[in-house]
């Protein structure tokens, strides 16, 4: 027995209706204030060096974060699904916590660290090294924060992929590097690519950490999410909503890329 | 030789999977690894493979030591059960792999792999990608892949355990084509019998990581040695009869040994083997000429028509100490089944033979299985006294060659050491751990559970720990209820060199001498009866005296056993020190005597007089009950 149409449009409806000021509203604001000023106004804003170079430093050090992370993450992965040594468990949750830490008390840790008067910092000092309130600092706290991404995206299908195609590898006479090169690699292509666009994505829009170590330095460390809070506190609402919106954007689009990709993976399993 | 094993081992910490497997196989066979699973025989083919580590023996693949070599440098073709066909790569470019890490030209890999998907019926379909491919084509590239760069041998793991029955079918009659036309030596590992008969040349039988028995599946159906092959190998009636005058009997029935029965001995137990083919089952008696040795009458019980043939379960009763292993007998009943087929005849109306009608039962052929020797159980306490008993128990059921049980019994919190100390004592046992050697924790408190085990598990010796004390509950109880020897333990020989047989308790035994004389045997000792003749015996009781020890001398010449008999007049008023004396001046390693049945009228004397002699000996003491 089919619920006459009308009613099945209910429960949807409803949905809709609540999200409508938690998700939907907001997300439509940021557009409304960024395009207050008409489309020249909002190209004024973004050619400003400081929006111009906040945006560029976000995405190169996204871009860092997520190669580094990317092959981190994958070796770390292959390490703690293929290897059985005491301690893997402990590790395994070792590499897991960042997510769970606020990103604040990360920022706050490494610069007890690295910070001039930090563990390792003060040794450095001496040296003219100064990794904190630099782009190095900016670099090494999302690493830190986006870790769990690679690993957690890459690790199940490791885990999933039985030990036999391996070994098939090996019977067949590839090398240890050959196997992981054609045969394990290619098994991962689908995990790899929505891991590296999770650890972009989360590394375009850190910001508890990277205000902790960066400094906030205008044209130095400042990056999209620290200029848009900056500009906001400065009152100059338009150059911050025109920036957030260029963040958006650009979070939709990878958000667009990991459906396509996921999608993709699951097509050709089923 | 394409592959030899030698003393092939292999552990999962502290699990032995694989223990001591010996096997050659010969160039272009197709041999078999047939086995229940967590038998070992799939790791034996990852061994081979170089996928898992020995933890000792050799792995000889066409004359070359490859034992410490990595699974790249083996050349073996390795087919799994779950296929792991590359999914990201298509059919051809799977089947190329193996070449393209050998860094053939692409023309030479294209041609190789168009013909090889020819030749197992994949033609046109190199440019699929896996996820297109059904479960049966997806083995045949993971078989095509393995093939591709020409490997010494082809090793396969449970290949067609994931298809339906008739995809299995043809997989099986294109691999066998294809191993024949290539000539490739190949090893295939499964639980599958009849796949494992249709299939191989020859056949391994693996069991708890031991290797059963080796044979071509004819005669492994037909002749096998051992009672695992004989009911793990297609269904089979195995009957246990014993050795009577150079004829086997079956409660009141006698069978001649077939001329290539394995050699028995009198009174030894034997196993009779018989298929379900080889059974007449029919209303009528059968003629003469028929040759058929009729067992007696029974009644169908359950009956299946399967078109070519009719399926009978016959009951049979009324066989008095026969016991039957397969088809397994009904709990608690003194009946046994024997399994029939009869072949359809439409001349014979609807039902040739209809259930609960009842039937003469006879065998036109049957098979002897090879004897097994005594069958032993080992009571091992963690006591000095268990420790002996475990330590001699050793020694005698080594020399016995027969399956020997070590038991333990152990409070529900104290299971895993008792299971723990029973682990150690397998693996130091004398000879290494077998197939033969299993234990078994029970729990409860000791005198009982021995009791019940030593009943329930037709036991042909009982080796108990003992005090100085006597007798002991137990071993009373275990003569008393099952009759079976019971061997009491306090000092422990290293060797078994010299037996004494007392014959001196009442009436002289027959059962004592057979039993020392086959413990002698087996271990190489030298036997001595004595007989201890009363000072006022009648003369006709010396004569008996002196009959019976002829008697025991001629059983141990028999044997072919080192033996003297002498017969001494009792000087003190007591047996026992006469004994004792004896056994302290002829250093023996063994006292056997005999204990009179349970309701002899010289029972309550002969208790008396085995609790003096346990008193006056630490040695190793084994009691025989007399045969009724």
């Given at each position: 027995?089919?619920?006459?149409?009308?009613?099945?449009?209910?429960?949807?409806?409803?949905?809709?209706?609540?999200?409508?000021?938690?998700?939907?509203?907001?997300?439509?604001?940021?557009?409304?204030?960024?395009?207050?000023?008409?489309?020249?106004?909002?190209?004024?804003?973004?050619?400003?060096?400081?929006?111009?170079?906040?945006?560029?430093?976000?995405?190169?050090?996204?871009?860092?974060?997520?190669?580094?992370?990317?092959?981190?993450?994958?070796?770390?992965?292959?390490?703690?699904?293929?290897?059985?040594?005491?301690?893997?468990?402990?590790?395994?949750?070792?590499?897991?916590?960042?997510?769970?830490?606020?990103?604040?008390?990360?920022?706050?840790?490494?610069?007890?660290?690295?910070?001039?008067?930090?563990?390792?910092?003060?040794?450095?000092?001496?040296?003219?090294?100064?990794?904190?309130?630099?782009?190095?600092?900016?670099?090494?706290?999302?690493?830190?924060?986006?870790?769990?991404?690679?690993?957690?995206?890459?690790?199940?299908?490791?885990?999933?992929l039985e030990m036999t195609y391996e070994e098939a590898a090996y019977t067949i006479g590839a090398s240890r590097w050959q196997t992981f090169r054609h045969i394990i690699l290619p098994a991962l292509r689908g995990g790899m690519?929505?891991?590296?666009?999770?650890?972009?994505?989360?590394?375009?829009?850190?910001?508890?950490?990277?205000?902790?170590?960066?400094?906030?330095?205008?044209?130095?460390?400042?990056?999209?999410?620290?200029?848009?809070?900056?500009?906001?506190?400065?009152?100059?609402?338009?150059?911050?909503?025109?920036?957030?919106?260029?963040?958006?954007?650009?979070?939709?689009?990878?958000?667009?890329?990991?459906?396509?990709?996921?999608?993709?993976?699951?097509?050709?399993?089923? | 030789?394409?592959?030899?094993?030698?003393?092939?081992?292999?552990?999962?910490?502290?699990?032995?999977?694989?223990?001591?497997?010996?096997?050659?196989?010969?160039?272009?066979?197709?041999?078999?690894?047939?086995?229940?699973?967590?038998?070992?025989?799939?790791?034996?083919?990852?061994?081979?493979?170089?996928?898992?580590?020995?933890?000792?023996?050799?792995?000889?693949?066409?004359?070359?030591?490859?034992?410490?070599?990595?699974?790249?440098?083996?050349?073996?073709?390795?087919?799994?059960?779950?296929?792991?066909?590359?999914?990201?790569?298509?059919?051809?470019?799977?089947?190329?792999?193996?070449?393209?890490?050998?860094?053939?030209?692409?023309?030479?890999?294209?041609?190789?792999?168009?013909?090889?998907?020819?030749?197992?019926?994949?033609?046109?379909?190199?440019?699929?990608?896996?996820?297109?491919?059904?479960?049966?084509?997806?083995?045949?590239?993971?078989?095509?892949?393995?093939?591709?760069?020409?490997?010494?041998?082809?090793?396969?793991?449970?290949?067609?355990?994931?298809?339906?029955?008739?995809?299995?079918?043809?997989?099986?009659?294109?691999?066998?084509?294809?191993?024949?036309?290539?000539?490739?030596?190949?090893?295939?590992?499964?639980?599958?019998?009849?796949?494992?008969?249709?299939?191989?040349?020859?056949?391994?039988?693996?069991?708890?990581?031991?290797?059963?028995?080796?044979?071509?599946?004819?005669?492994?159906?037909?002749?096998?040695?051992?009672?695992?092959?004989?009911?793990?190998?297609?269904?089979?009636?195995?009957?246990?009869?014993?050795?009577?005058?150079?004829?086997?009997?079956?409660?009141?029935?006698?069978?001649?040994?077939?001329?290539?029965?394995?050699?028995?001995?009198?009174?030894?137990?034997?196993r009779l083997l018989f298929r379900p083919e080889t059974v007449y089952a029919d209303a009528k008696l059968p003629s003469q000429q028929q040759g058929i040795h009729v067992l007696g009458e029974g009644s169908v019980c359950d009956?299946?028509?399967?078109?070519?043939?009719?399926?009978?379960?016959?009951?049979?009763?009324?066989?008095?100490?026969?016991?039957?292993?397969?088809?397994?007998?009904?709990?608690?009943?003194?009946?046994?089944?024997?399994?029939?087929?009869?072949?359809?005849?439409?001349?014979?109306?609807?039902?040739?033979?209809?259930?609960?009608?009842?039937?003469?039962?006879?065998?036109?052929?049957?098979?002897?299985?090879?004897?097994?020797?005594?069958?032993?159980?080992?009571?091992?306490?963690?006591?000095?006294?268990?420790?002996?008993?475990?330590?001699?128990?050793?020694?005698?059921?080594?020399?016995?060659?027969?399956?020997?049980?070590?038991?333990?019994?152990?409070?529900?919190?104290?299971?895993?050491?008792?299971?723990?100390?029973?682990?150690?004592?397998?693996?130091?046992?004398?000879?290494?751990p077998s197939l033969r050697l299993t234990s078994k924790v029970r729990l409860g408190v000791a005198a009982t559970e021995v009791l019940t085990e030593a009943q329930e598990g037709d036991y042909e010796l009982v080796v108990l720990?003992?005090?100085?004390?006597?007798?002991?509950?137990?071993?009373?109880?275990?003569?008393?209820?099952?009759?079976?020897?019971?061997?009491?333990?306090?000092?422990?020989?290293?060797?078994?060199?010299?037996?004494?047989?007392?014959?001196?308790?009442?009436?002289?035994?027959?059962?004592?001498?057979?039993?020392?004389?086959?413990?002698?045997?087996?271990?190489?000792?030298?036997?001595?009866?004595?007989?201890?003749?009363?000072?006022?015996?009648?003369?006709?009781?010396?004569?008996?005296?002196?009959?019976?020890?002829?008697?025991?001398?001629?059983?141990?010449?028999?044997?072919?056993?080192?033996?003297?008999?002498?017969?001494?007049?009792?000087?003190?008023?007591?047996?026992?020190?006469?004994?004792?004396?004896?056994?302290?001046?002829?250093?023996?390693?063994?006292?056997?005597?005999?204990?009179?049945?349970?309701?002899?009228?010289?029972?309550?004397?002969?208790?008396?007089?085995?609790?003096?002699?346990?008193?006056?000996?630490?040695?190793?003491?084994?009691?025989?009950?007399?045969?009724?």
């Amino acid at each position: 027995m089919n619920p006459r149409p009308k009613a099945v449009l209910v429960p949807p409806l409803l949905l809709v209706l609540t999200l409508l000021p938690l998700l939907l509203m907001p997300l439509g604001a940021i557009f409304v204030f960024a395009g207050r000023a008409g489309l020249p106004g909002l190209i004024a804003t973004l050619s400003q060096p400081d929006a111009q170079f906040a945006l560029r430093f976000s995405l190169l050090i996204a871009f860092g974060t997520a190669v580094v992370n990317g092959i981190l993450g994958t070796f770390a992965a292959y390490v703690l699904s293929k290897y059985r040594f005491r301690g893997r468990e402990a590790l395994n949750i070792v590499v897991n916590l960042p997510v769970a830490i606020p990103t604040v008390v990360v920022g706050t840790s490494l610069l007890l660290l690295w910070g001039p008067i930090g563990l390792l910092g003060q040794l450095l000092d001496p040296l003219g090294i100064q990794p904190m309130f630099a782009p190095a600092g900016v670099l090494l706290a999302h690493l830190f924060v986006t870790f769990p991404y690679m690993l957690g995206a890459v690790k199940p299908v490791l885990d999933e992929l039985e030990m036999t195609y391996e070994e098939a590898a090996y019977t067949i006479g590839a090398s240890r590097w050959q196997t992981f090169r054609h045969i394990i690699l290619p098994a991962l292509r689908g995990g790899m690519l929505s891991g590296l666009l999770m650890t972009f994505a989360h590394s375009l829009g850190e910001f508890g950490a990277t205000v902790m170590v960066s400094g906030n330095l205008r044209l130095r460390t400042q990056t999209a999410p620290l200029f848009i809070f900056a500009q906001f506190e400065a009152g100059n609402i338009e150059a911050a909503n025109a920036v957030a919106a260029v963040l958006a954007l650009i979070s939709f689009a990878i958000f667009m890329l990991l459906q396509w990709a996921t999608q993709r993976r699951s097509g050709r399993v089923s | 030789m394409s592959i030899i094993l030698t003393d092939l081992t292999a552990r999962y910490g502290a699990d032995t999977v694989v223990n001591c497997v010996s096997l050659e196989i010969a160039d272009g066979e197709l041999f078999v690894l047939l086995g229940g699973s967590g038998s070992g025989k799939s790791t034996i083919l990852r061994m081979i493979a170089g996928l898992m580590p020995l933890a000792a023996g050799r792995v000889e693949i066409d004359g070359r030591d490859v034992t410490n070599l990595p699974p790249q440098q083996r050349d073996t073709g390795f087919v799994f059960q779950n296929y792991s066909v590359f999914q990201h790569m298509t059919v051809a470019q799977n089947v190329e792999f193996g070449l393209r890490i050998r860094r053939v030209a692409s023309s030479d890999r294209r041609r190789r792999s168009t013909e090889l998907l020819d030749q197992v019926g994949l033609g046109g379909l190199g440019a699929r990608f896996p996820d297109q491919l059904s479960g049966g084509q997806l083995q045949r590239v993971a078989l095509a892949r393995a093939l591709a760069y020409e490997p010494t041998v082809l090793l396969l793991d449970e290949p067609f355990s994931a298809l339906d029955v008739k995809i299995r079918a043809q997989l099986r009659q294109s691999l066998k084509e294809i191993q024949r036309q290539l000539g490739v030596t190949t090893i295939l590992v499964t639980h599958d019998q009849e796949e494992a008969f249709e299939l191989a040349d020859r056949i391994a039988v693996i069991e708890r990581g031991f290797l059963v028995e080796v044979d071509t599946p004819a005669a492994l159906y037909h002749k096998p040695r051992t009672e695992f092959a004989a009911t793990f190998v297609g269904g089979g009636n195995v009957l246990v009869g014993r050795m009577e005058g150079g004829h086997m009997r079956l409660g009141s029935v006698t069978l001649p040994l077939p001329p290539d029965a394995p050699p028995h001995e009198e009174d030894d137990s034997v196993r009779l083997l018989f298929r379900p083919e080889t059974v007449y089952a029919d209303a009528k008696l059968p003629s003469q000429q028929q040759g058929i040795h009729v067992l007696g009458e029974g009644s169908v019980c359950d009956e299946i028509f399967s078109g070519s043939q009719q399926r009978l379960r016959l009951e049979m009763r009324g066989f008095e100490g026969v016991r039957s292993l397969a088809p397994p007998p009904p709990y608690g009943r003194r009946i046994f089944y024997i399994d029939a087929v009869r072949i359809s005849d439409p001349a014979a109306g609807p039902v040739g033979v209809e259930l609960g009608q009842r039937v003469w039962v006879g065998l036109s052929r049957y098979h002897v299985l090879d004897p097994t020797g005594l069958k032993v159980l080992i009571a091992c306490a963690e006591t000095p006294a268990g420790q002996a008993a475990a330590a001699f128990g050793g020694l005698v059921a080594r020399a016995a060659a027969g399956p020997t049980t070590l038991l333990a019994v152990a409070e529900p919190e104290r299971m895993t050491a008792a299971r723990d100390h029973l682990e150690g004592l397998r693996r130091r046992w004398p000879g290494g751990p077998s197939l033969r050697l299993t234990s078994k924790v029970r729990l409860g408190v000791a005198a009982t559970e021995v009791l019940t085990e030593a009943q329930e598990g037709d036991y042909e010796l009982v080796v108990l720990g003992r005090q100085r004390e006597g007798l002991g509950a137990v071993a009373q109880q275990i003569l008393q209820r099952t009759e079976t020897p019971v061997l009491l333990v306090q000092e422990t020989p290293s060797q078994i060199a010299r037996i004494l047989v007392c014959t001196a308790a009442g009436e002289p035994g027959k059962s004592d001498v057979r039993f020392g004389g086959r413990i002698a045997r087996r271990t190489g000792a030298a036997v001595k009866v004595l007989h201890i003749a009363h000072p006022d015996a009648a003369s006709w009781q010396h004569r008996r005296a002196e009959q019976h020890m002829a008697a025991a001398q001629a059983v141990l010449d028999g044997l072919g056993v080192e033996a003297e008999t002498q017969i001494e007049e009792q000087r003190t008023p007591e047996l026992v020190p006469a004994i004792v004396a004896e056994a302290q001046a002829g250093d023996y390693d063994l006292l056997v005597i005999g204990a009179p049945t349970w309701r002899h009228p010289a029972r309550l004397r002969w208790t008396d007089f085995a609790t003096q002699i346990l008193r006056s000996t630490a040695r190793p003491v084994l009691i025989v009950p007399m045969a009724t």
